[in-house]
């Protein structure tokens, strides 16, 4: 009896869909359920072996069904057998297409044949255990503030003189453990996972693996708080092997910070984030619904909505814009550009004449995208609705809004062309534009040394050329609008008077064709192309524009103390040249200034917590240089495990390429091979004997091009990496600027990225897949002559069934 779903499909391509059911499971289905399962945010792929076992299972379970007898075997063969032999009488357009079959079945195996054996090199894979198994040690643990014992409590009463009962005294005292566990979360833990607590913090464009998102119901809500607690104290050093430590930027709060403070800022986490520590004795998580009333219909222009968005103000505000809305909330000594002062109702993002508030859209758009490049974040995670309420709170602080306004807006919206872009580029030198912000755009221009705001803070020329940074966005619509409004409180002027509307636009269009497309995003891998004879040496090297690049993104140093949110450099371009004997690499960045003197002071004193406080009107006395460092990994790690980004692990070592500006400038061989185990130790120049690379920078129009040059091997081997075809090596970028007061560990840095030098095709590979052409071609000549002169099977005929 033949099973039911043989009764109308043949058999022959029942099989075929088994297999490649079987297939598209391993592939894709499985993957994807594992994500599922183990709450990943990317597929974990079968290991390669593994799929191999199971498709061979498949292909023999397949072979024995079918072939159970002669009945079946002669069934399965029907078509193939039916397509051989052709149809009774002969079309010319039959024997064509099987012709054409007979053909690419030799092609197609050659191919997959020549595929599986050139090493591919594709970014690594990164299997990551969301939440490994907490230590013993730590299980236990109970948050003090959350829960607190009547002693505690009690003895809080007294020494603050609190009145009351002991249950308003423990509601004040957990209010209180509340608001300085927001200050610590908001100092210390922003720069990575956001003000909201959404991991979206502004150096969260520099990491490959992306900060945690308390909001996200998977995270911190499914996990006890003694879960937490233990992660925050050991990091990402102090994950296991499967936890993937390496990539982690989570740095160990144990040096930095108290168990109390540790555990208030775990409080404020859970409660920024709205959700709610899972308790150990409940398994599902729970999401808090305090915010609901506010998706409520919108309340009319009350004092009691005027109470909520006061409400929404403190908790999310108050600390950098401040309790009176001045801008001197507790973070912002350690913030560049300094938040909004509410009361002088002054704007940057307008579409309001110049000198004027913003309009209530004005202000919805920015509270919602927030202001790239600074610490502005967006509050998506807040209803519009919170938003709107927060806003109307935010007006109460400056009568500028009982203003009238008058909106500027472009009558039409037109679209860039060649000549409308000549034209914008001729209106930018008669404007003047580049006296601030450069030729190039890159903000480089004479007058940005010396700019500051109504305050009296320094402020930088926009580099109009990273379209990822404008804080006003990145199309021309937008461009329009910065140059037509101005940017209140700042150098930037308004030229809606001093520009017809046609001249405008092409200004916006010739700024915005300024912008570059060597933006980070996805990529990791460099791909650097084997050249004949000499690598490039000069950083001008016309051969430097054929070669591809990774753009690699940059955050600030705020792993170890002292920690540096206020970064100069994003990104570096990277590219890479290899000849039979060396390898160059080209990085190039913007800095607006160049720096070629270095006079260090001495290092700075930390705030309240682990950051430096950011002075943005002392006159410096230093004088730092510009720097760029080339990270690699001694030896290169085989396995998954790799050092710490940031400096290697102990045991796990790396090697330093770092060119220095003042060298170069002085004639210097520019590079100084460095070696470090891990940023708890210094960084120790190598010996000599060692110093085997040499480069060369140049610095034009804000924007730095530096070449480093190596033979393929080192000269000692113990001490650097040995470049191979066909390897993917693991490679991360730091770069200093000085004017920005950049130095030591106050720096930019990367993650790992990875550079694979590009392989010629091994001859192995050729010969290989020209054999199974050759085979494949064979066996279809005996089955055509089988199938043709005898026929493969006796029994009834085949064709006419
Ligand atoms: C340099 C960036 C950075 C800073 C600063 C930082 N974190 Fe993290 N944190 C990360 C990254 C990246 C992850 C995700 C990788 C991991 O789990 O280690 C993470 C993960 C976590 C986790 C684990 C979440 C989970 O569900 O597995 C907790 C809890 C945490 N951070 C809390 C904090 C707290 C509290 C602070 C401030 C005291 C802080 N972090 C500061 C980068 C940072
Ligand atoms: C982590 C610090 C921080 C937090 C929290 C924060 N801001 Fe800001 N905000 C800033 C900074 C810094 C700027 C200035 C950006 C600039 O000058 O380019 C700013 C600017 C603004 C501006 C002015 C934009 C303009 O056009 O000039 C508004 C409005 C604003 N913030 C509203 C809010 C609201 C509402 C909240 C709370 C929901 C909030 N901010 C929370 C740091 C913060
Ligand atoms: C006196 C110096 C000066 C001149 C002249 C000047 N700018 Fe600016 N511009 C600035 C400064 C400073 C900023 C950044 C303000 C900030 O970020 O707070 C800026 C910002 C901008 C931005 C906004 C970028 C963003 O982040 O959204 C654009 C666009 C811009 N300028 C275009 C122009 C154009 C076009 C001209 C000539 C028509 C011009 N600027 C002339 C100083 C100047």
């Known amino acids: 009896m033949r099973p039911w779903w043989t009764g109308r499909v043949p058999l022959f391509w029942s099989v075929v869909f088994t297999l490649v059911l079987v297939w598209l ?50 069934e399965f063969l029907r078509p193939l057998v039916a397509f051989l032999r052709g149809p009774a009488s002969g079309e010319q357009f039959f024997r064509l297409a099987r012709l054409a079959v007979l053909l690419l079945v030799p092609v197609a195996a050659g191919a997959i044949v020549h595929a599986r054996s050139v090493p591919a090199v594709g970014p690594p894979t990164s299997l990551r255990i969301q939440h490994p198994t907490i230590p013993g040690a730590y299980e236990r643990l109970k948050n003090p503030f959350r829960q607190p014992t ?36 908001q100092i210390n833990c922003r720069p990575c996972h956001g003000a909201a607590a959404d991991g979206q913090g502004p150096m969260a464009w520099g990491f490959r693996l992306k900060p945690a998102d308390f909001t996200d119901p998977g995270m911190i809500a499914t996990v006890v708080e003694a879960y937490a607690f233990w992660r925050v104290r050991e990091g990402g050093p102090g994950l296991p092997p499967e936890g993937s430590p390496w990539d982690s930027a989570m740095p160990i709060w144990k040096q930095d910070l108290t168990d109390e403070q540790t555990w208030k800022a775990i409080l404020a986490a859970y409660d920024l984030a709205g959700v709610e520590p899972r308790k150990p004795e409940k398994l599902q998580s729970s999401r808090l619904t305090a915010n609901a009333w506010a998706q409520s219909a919108p ?3 009350t004092a009691e909505s005027l109470e909520r968005g006061k409400a929404i103000y403190v908790k999310r505000c108050l600390v950098c814009h401040g309790e009176k809305g001045d801008g001197r909330g507790p973070v912002a000594p350690y913030l560049d550009p300094r938040p909004r002062d509410f009361v002088t109702g002054s704007f940057k993002l307008r579409t309001t004449q110049s000198g004027e508030p913003p309009t209530d859209e004005d202000l919805l758009r920015v509270v919602t995208r927030g202001v790239p490049g600074t610490a502005m974040p967006g509050w998506t995670t807040l209803s519009e ?34 000549e409308l872009i000549a034209k914008g580029k001729a209106l930018y030198q008669q404007a003047k534009c580049w006296e601030c912000h450069g030729q190039g755009g890159r903000g480089d221009g004479p007058a940005a040394p010396t700019l500051t705001d109504d305050p009296g803070d320094f402020v930088q020329a926009a580099n109009v050329t990273k379209g990822w940074r404008m804080k006003g966005g990145r199309e021309a619509r937008d461009i329009f609008m910065r140059f037509s409004a101005g940017m209140d409180g700042t150098p930037m002027p308004s030229f809606v008077d001093s520009f017809s509307e046609d001249d405008r636009w092409a200004l916006a269009h010739y700024v915005k064709s300024l912008q570059t497309d060597e933006e980070p995003g996805a990529p990791v891998v460099l791909k650097a192309l084997r050249i004949a004879g000499e690598v490039p040496r000069d950083p001008d090297d016309p051969r430097w524009s054929r070669a591809p690049f990774l753009a690699v993104p940059l955050a600030g140093q705020v792993l170890a103390k002292p920690r540096w949110q206020t970064h100069s450099v994003d990104a570096v371009s990277v590219r890479a040249y290899y000849s039979d004997s060396a390898i160059a690499f080209l990085l190039e960045w913007d800095d607006r200034f160049k720096d070629i003197r270095h006079e260090s002071g001495p290092d700075p004193t930390l705030g309240q917590f682990t950051y ?23 030896p290169i790690p085989t396995a998954f495990e790799r050092p710490h980004f940031f400096l290697g692990s102990a045991g796990r070592p790396v090697a330093l390429w770092h060119w220095q500006a003042d060298l170069d400038a002085a004639g210097k061989n520019p590079v100084v091979k460095e070696w470090a185990e891990g940023f708890q130790k210094p960084v120790s120049a190598q010996a000599d004997s060692g110093q085997d690379v040499t480069g060369r920078g140049v610095w034009k129009d804000g924007r730095w091009k530096v070449v480093m040059v190596r033979s393929l091997a080192p000269r000692e081997r113990e001490r650097d990496v040995t470049f191979e075809p066909g390897r993917l090596i693991p490679f991360a970028v730091q770069a200093w600027d000085g004017f920005n007061g950049d130095k030591g560990l106050m720096m930019s840095l990367s993650s790992w990225v990875f550079v694979t030098l590009d392989a010629p095709v091994p001859l192995t590979a050729r010969l290989s897949s020209l054999l199974a052409v050759v085979l494949t071609g064979l066996g279809e000549w005996w089955l055509v002559r089988r199938v043709r002169l005898a026929g493969p099977l006796t029994g009834p005929p085949l064709d006419g069934a």
């Open 25 to 74: 499971v391993l592939t894709w289905a499985l993957p994807y359920a594992a994500m599922w399962v183990t709450g990943g945010d990317r597929p974990l792929p079968v290991p390669g072996a593994l799929q191999v076992i199971y498709l061979v299972l498949a292909l023999v379970g397949a072979a024995v069904y079918v072939s159970i007898s002669d009945e079946s075997m002669r």
């Open 150 to 185: 009547d002693e505690a409590v009690k003895k809080w009463m007294d020494e603050t003189k609190a009145a009351g009962s002991l249950e308003t005294g423990r509601r004040a005292y957990v209010q209180a453990a509340l608001i300085e566990g927001r200050l610590i979360f």
């Open 299 to 301: 309340p009319p222009d």
């Open 385 to 418: 609705q919170e938003r709107r309420l927060v806003i109307a709170y935010i007006k109460t602080f400056s009568d500028a809004f009982k203003e009238t306004r008058t909106v500027v807006k472009p009558a039409r919206d037109v679209s860039a062309s060649p």
């Open 612 to 634: 430096p406080p950011r002075d943005l009107r002392a006159k410096r006395t230093e004088k730092l240089r510009d720097a760029v460092r080339l990270q690699f990994p001694v």
